[in-house]
Each structure stands twice: as C-alpha cells, then as structure tokens.
C-alpha cells in the first residue's frame, strides 16, 4: 500500500496534461484553497501547541477549538485563493515557501525543543510550532516575491467569480 | 495537470503514505485456560475495579449485571463484614456528571448513578457491609475547571448521601469534592488504598483555594509512610500509563495526523502527554523515589483493560486500568504489557488471608458493550453477554 502510493505520488509531478489558460483561472484559486485548508490547519495547531505550552491553555473538548487560534483555518484558505488567482509564479511560490517553512520550521522547532528541555513532548512541541511559523512566513515571502514575477501581476478575477456594479456618476 | 497541482496530489499522497505506516498495531494475549479458582475461606478480602461506566444502564449492561452478581456472591461467600469493596474508576456520569436536581438532566444523570449503587445494594452486599468509593473523573467535573466543575461533583457527593440514607448502600464520593486527596481506606490487614482525585489536578481545582498541589503529594507521601506493612495501592481516574488513546497511542491515519501531533506535543490535557499530567506524574515519582514504589497504580480514563509491570526503579510494582465499563477505545502493545484487551469489563482482585494478591481481569465480547436496542432482542443479548463474561487474564500481583 504504501509504495504503491508513493508510487503514484512520483507519477502525478509527472503528468504530462498541459491546462488551457482557461482552465488555470479556475484551477489555481481551487488549488490555492485546497492547499490553504491544509495550511490552515497546520497553523492552527501550532497556535494550540504555542498556548498549551507556553499559556497552559489546552484542548479538553470541541468548544476549545472556537478560539482565535483556528482563524487560520479561514484565513489560510483565503489567502491561497488570492495567490491563486494572482497566477501561476504566485501559487508556485506560495507552495514550495509554505512547504519548504514547514519542513525547516519543524526541523528547527524540534531541534529547539530537544535542546532546551528534557520533556519527550518538547522535540514534539517545538517541531509544532516551528512548522506553522515556518509555514506561514516561507509561504508568504515566497508566494508575494514571485507574485511580481507573473506576466499580470494584477490579480485577474475568473468570470464566474466577478460582479458588475455600476454607479451613476452626474 | 499544471505543477502546482502535481506537487498539491503529491504532498497529499505522500502524507497518506506517511499516516499509513503510523497506525497501533493491538496486542493479542490468550486466553488463559487454567484459571485458578479462589477458596472463599482463604480469601481476606476482594476489590473490583470498574471504570467509565458512566454510560452503563442496569438493564442495558451484562458487565454491571454481572459485576452485581459477583459483588454478592463474594458478599455471601466471605466470612467478615466490610471486605468487599467497589471502586468506581471515575467518569460516573456521561458526558458532563451529575446534574443539579432542577436541571432537565438530572432523571437520566441519577438514573445512572443508581444503577451503579445498586451493584452494592443486594441484599448480601448490604447486610455484609459492601462499600463502593465512586472516584471522580474529568466528566464528572462536568469538563469544568473551577466552581462550575467543582458544584457538578458536589451534586454527586450528595445524591450518593441521599443514596447511602435510602437503600442502606454504602456508597460515597472519595476523597471528598475538591480537596484531591488522597482518600485512606484500610482494606482487611494486607492493603491500604489511597484515593486520588486526579481530574482536581488536571482541571487545576487548586486554583478553587481549597487544596493546593504540595498539599496533596505531601498528604500522600504521609500516608504511605504510615501505611506499616501493608501493600499500597494508589487509584484514581488517570492512570500512570497506559497505552490507549490518552498514552499517546493514537492512530495517525483516523485523524490525518492532527490528534496524533498533538497527543504527542502536549496540547490535549487529558492525555498523558499534557504539562499538568505530566507534573502529576512527576511530583508522584519523586514519592516513590523516596518511599518506595506502590505495588499497584489503579486508573480508568482508557476504554479498555490493561496491566503493565514496572520498568522502572519509580513505577508501581503493576499498572492497573480498567476503564470499560461502558466504553471501548483502541490499545496498542508497549513495552511491560502484561496484558491489554479493548473489551467491556472490570478486574477482581482477591486479597488472600497470608497476603496472597492476584488480579483477575473479566471481560465479555464487545458486541455485549450495551444490550439497547440489539438486533436479537434485549433479553437474548444480556444472556448471552452475561454468559460470554469469562476471566480473559489473571495475574499474581504478590
């Protein structure tokens, strides 16, 4: 099971459909929202680790989770949709920023925690909280930087998305 | 397929990939075939452990029907009074405990209760001085720190008064509301039972002004010091360890890795893994440093049956958990298991005249957790759930 789906991990990076430029006005929001649900959800449980640890502020039941801490859980998706729709070098940066923070993040905040206290959860903790800090930084800087490479860096609502208005001026 | 959505199908399956290779493996132990059977008149006195049921109905439970009976029949076989003794492993009432007498809860909340009483209101039970000590759970704290959680366990400590004054059941909250413990209870000459609150500690009631934590280690730290030649034994809703859900063994996969991280990084309080289980364990480990360890740490919490040995120079002699009473929650094999099954049931202990302790773990299939509503009719589910109860492990404690 597992190799097979790793199998086909490697093969979809080298799927060989091109997309038309209107499919990708659609696809790169979806993808932005879909990458920033899991995003969101990274970040968010970095912000209950951060508190549990360092506020002792702790799950118990579902009603801890309406909190501050899981506005990520929109705010992330939102924030995908926007490098999606601002293009193709956006949405790649955000991606590959927001991975790679996550996984030198993670690696950072277990190494912290490893080497600042003895506790088995500390590696575990620091790992968390690293990995939604790296996260959000790697994927902001990255997305925003390659977001003025695009070719219109002006963000190009697709169709179904706009809203016409129009005002009378005298 | 542009690359952003190969690298998104990617990340994906190689998550999947990864939650994959990080699911508990459950323990198979079998079934013991000679199971030694106790002579009532060698037996000095017998303490059953049963936790979480506080979704148990009577008429609903073959485990508390069969934990009834046993009660009675040890009752009737033994020759002193005050020599058996129930204790309730906390979470008495699901979800939230016991609800004050004027809330739309309370008939089913006290509804459960009673029939927990009414495992040591039989006719042998009460002429013979059965007693139950109902410990406190994280449910029965109604979730609640502070006054809210603390007013949820008074309920309870003054319903099982009511309780005590009506059907002549010896039942009580122990220790009392609030004050974490521990709870001194002498059983025959062989064992002292030390009582914790532990959800006081975790939901930190200490912050109520009543107690505070140095109070109570220092309090059992006195107790086992008096404690002369008899055996310790500490219990309490949370156990030392255990290796259910609340022990850190979870299933990455069910959950997409987010309840197994933060299991791990310390952030669900009611696992072991969190900051103040963690300095429960610890101020509780500096005791036995001192003291020597107890030989046996009893808890409920986890949905399942388990017995550890110690692994180290600071653990209990044995790790007890008996937490199925009317849950179940998965278990995985761990280092110093003796035994471990997620099945519906309680354990026996039998306390022998010249000092003898064995634990008998009773267990029925989990298709019997609750009769409610069976497929074959109510009645043909309790018998055969009834019939199914058989000692699953047993193990020579001293």
């Known amino acids: 099971m597992k190799r097979f789906l790793v199998l086909v991990a490697a093969g979809s990076l080298f799927a060989t459909s091109t997309p038309t430029a209107a499919d990708a006005q659609w696809q790169n929001p979806v993808i932005g929202a879909g990458i920033g649900v899991a995003g969101g959800a990274v970040i968010t449980m970095s912000a209950v680790v951060f508190r549990a640890r360092f506020q002792r502020e702790y799950i118990d039941s579902t009603d801890d989770l309406i909190h501050w801490q899981s506005l990520p859980m929109i705010l992330t998706p939102a924030v995908g949709v926007v490098f999606g729709l601002a293009g193709q070098e956006a949405l790649m940066g955000s991606i590959i920023g927001s991975s790679s923070g996550l996984l030198i993040g993670a690696a950072v905040g277990a190494g912290t925690g490893w080497l600042l206290s003895t506790e088995q959860e500390a590696p575990w903790g620091g790992g968390m909280i690293g990995a939604g800090l790296g996260m959000t930084v790697g994927g902001l800087t990255l997305g925003l930087s390659r977001w003025a490479d695009d070719e219109d860096p002006n963000i190009s609502f697709p169709g179904f998305m706009r809203v016409s208005m129009s005002v009378p001026v005298q | ?398």
């Open chain 2, 1 to 398: 397929m542009n690359m952003a959505s190969r690298i998104s199908a990617a990340l994906l399956i190689l998550w999947m990939a990864a939650a994959a290779a990080c699911a508990p493996v459950p323990p198979e132990f079998p079934i013991p075939e000679n199971v030694p059977v106790p002579d009532p008149a060698e037996v000095e006195s017998v303490l059953f452990l049963v936790g979480d049921a506080g979704d148990a109905r009577m008429e609903h439970s073959p485990i508390l029907q069969r934990l009834r009976d046993d009660v009675e029949g040890w009752s009737e076989r033994l020759e002193q009074d005050s020599t058996v003794v129930v204790l309730y492993l906390g979470d008495i009432v699901y979800p939230l405990g016991l609800h004050p007498p004027d809330a739309p809860e309370f008939p089913s909340d006290s509804a459960i209760v009673m029939d927990q009483v009414a495992v040591v209101a039989g006719p042998a039970a009460v002429s013979r001085s059965a007693r139950a000590y109902f410990l406190a759970g994280n449910h029965d704290w109604g979730l609640e720190e502070e006054w809210a959680g603390f007013d949820r366990l008074t309920n309870l400590a003054n319903f099982l008064a009511a309780a005590n004054a009506t059907r002549g059941a010896n039942v009580a909250v122990a220790p009392d509301p609030g004050t974490g413990g521990p709870h001194v209870v002498d059983v025959g000459r062989h064992l002292r039972l030390l009582l914790l609150d532990t959800a006081w500690w975790i939901l930190d009631g200490g912050q109520l002004g009543l107690d505070d934590r140095p109070e109570v280690l220092s309090r059992i730290r006195e107790a086992m010091r008096q404690a002369g030649g008899r055996e310790i034994m500490v219990a309490a809703h949370h156990p030392f360890r255990s290796a259910g859900p609340h022990g850190g063994e979870v299933s990455f996969w069910r959950t997409l890795g987010i309840r197994y991280l933060l299991t791990q990084s310390g952030a669900v309080l009611q696992d072991i893994t969190s900051v103040p289980y963690r300095e429960l364990e610890a101020g509780l480990r500096s005791i036995f440093a001192s003291e020597g360890s107890p030989l046996a740490f009893v808890g409920g919490h986890e949905h399942s049956l388990q017995l550890f040995e110690a692994l180290e120079s600071t653990d209990p002699a044995y790790t007890l958990v008996s937490g199925s009473g009317s849950k179940l929650s998965s278990i995985a094999e761990q280092p110093g298991m003796l035994f471990g099954k997620s099945a519906p049931g309680y354990m026996r202990l039998i306390v022998e005249k010249d000092g003898g302790m064995t634990v008998f773990v009773e267990a029925t299939g989990a298709e019997y957790l609750s009769c409610e509503g069976a497929a074959e009719g109510e009645a043909v589910c309790m018998e055969e759930g009834m019939a199914a109860v058989q000692t699953v492990h047993f193990e020579s404690l001293r």
